[in-house]
């Protein structure tokens, strides 16, 4: 059909689905770039490159096949808003430029937030600390290593995260920023907070309420750090800030396939039990202490007036049909 999204897209919402690009920032300038992408195509396309009505309605179909690639991390719908909402033009020529400048402008900011909120986050982590982290997040990783180039000695613990294992990841990637890294297992996150100062998680989205939508386990770390004493830092840029709980809409937690955590043959070999495989868990704003975004950092149960100030009462879903 003639508002079938171009084939960069589709392989864009393909490496998202099966997860090649993933976490929360990641997804969101992948999607914004897919736009981009699809601007470019349109623009050259028999069915759409003369008719900027056909032109838009390219571009809402592909935001869609964007939208519907993964459920949690609001980044993703509010990567497609930012941009659709600045498509404007009544040539085709006029739409296509203004939705690439979008995007670029979308990437360019979402790059300045990840800085400035990592020197925000960075100030909470003293010389000398030990870090304890979960998943593999950018925005967590920019405090650490900002907090590194001030001068500060750091070390980390990593818990590994199952069932997919995104704790190499920031293992790799605090080895490469000079950090001493000790890799755990999940089960054993309890035990090693005696030892650690300091626990910093991303998000893939945060609720009105305060709460915070990350990695599976988030919430079993943010209570077992609240009664060993450590404190706990989310960092999410405001991309993160999800508009629709404004008015009490809860998150879709996504739910993934069973394979992930048991073998095939292992499962069968046990016979008739159910396997679930909840991919993000909800941590209550009580046991969290502090959400650090690129404008500063907030107790959990005021970012609420962040929220208002950015989207008003609610926000609009630009790739409706
Ligand atoms: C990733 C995850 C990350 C957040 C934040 O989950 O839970 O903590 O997405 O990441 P998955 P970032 O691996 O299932 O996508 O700070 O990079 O946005």
Redesign the pocket.
């Known amino acids: 059909t003639d508002t079938e999204p171009a084939p960069a897209v589709r392989e864009t919402a393909e490496s998202i689905a099966t997860?090649e690009i993933?976490?929360?920032?990641?997804?969101?300038s992948a999607a914004a770039e897919a736009l981009a992408e699809q601007a470019e195509a349109a623009a050259e396309a028999d069915a759409t490159a003369s008719d900027p009505e056909a032109f838009r309605a390219s571009m809402r179909a592909a935001a869609r096949t964007l939208r519907e690639t993964?459920p949690?991390?609001v980044?993703l719908p509010n990567a497609l808003r930012y941009v659709l909402q600045r498509m404007e033009g009544d040539s085709v020529d006029r739409l296509r430029r203004s939705v690439v400048d979008a995007s670029e402008a979308f990437v360019e900011q979402l790059d300045r937030a990840?800085e400035d909120l990592g020197q925000v986050g960075a100030n909470r982590l003293a010389d000398g600390d030990t870090v304890m982290t979960?998943?593999?997040?950018?925005?967590?990783?920019?405090c650490i290593e900002a907090a590194v180039e001030q001068g500060k000695s750091i070390s980390a613990v990593v818990k590994e995260t199952r069932p997919?294992q995104?704790g190499h990841i920031t293992a790799e990637q605090l080895r490469d920023a000079g950090v001493p890294v000790t890799l755990i297992v999940d089960s054993a996150a309890r035990r090693y907070l005696d030892e650690v100062d300091h626990v910093v998680?991303?998000?893939?989205s945060i609720a009105a309420d305060g709460g915070v939508i990350?990695?599976i386990g988030?919430s079993g770390l943010a209570v077992n750090a609240r009664e060993r004493g450590v404190p706990i830092m989310t960092?999410?840029?405001t991309i993160?800030l999800h508009p629709e709980t404004l008015t009490g809409h809860t998150v879709e937690i996504?739910m993934r396939d069973e394979g992930e955590v048991i073998e095939p043959e292992a499962r069968e070999e046990i016979g008739d039990i159910a396997v679930e495989n909840p991919?993000?868990d909800v941590t209550p704003p009580r046991y969290m202490d502090a959400i650090v975004t690129e404008q500063g950092q907030f107790p959990p149960e005021s970012i609420v007036t962040l929220m208002r100030e950015l989207f008003g009462e609610g926000a609009a879903e630009p790739w409706a049909e």
């Open positions: 997860m993933r976490g929360a920032a990641t997804i969101a993964r949690t991390a980044s990840q979960h998943c593999h997040s950018t925005d967590a990783l920019a997919r995104q998680v991303g998000a893939d990350n990695k988030t960092a999410a840029q993160k996504e991919a993000f």
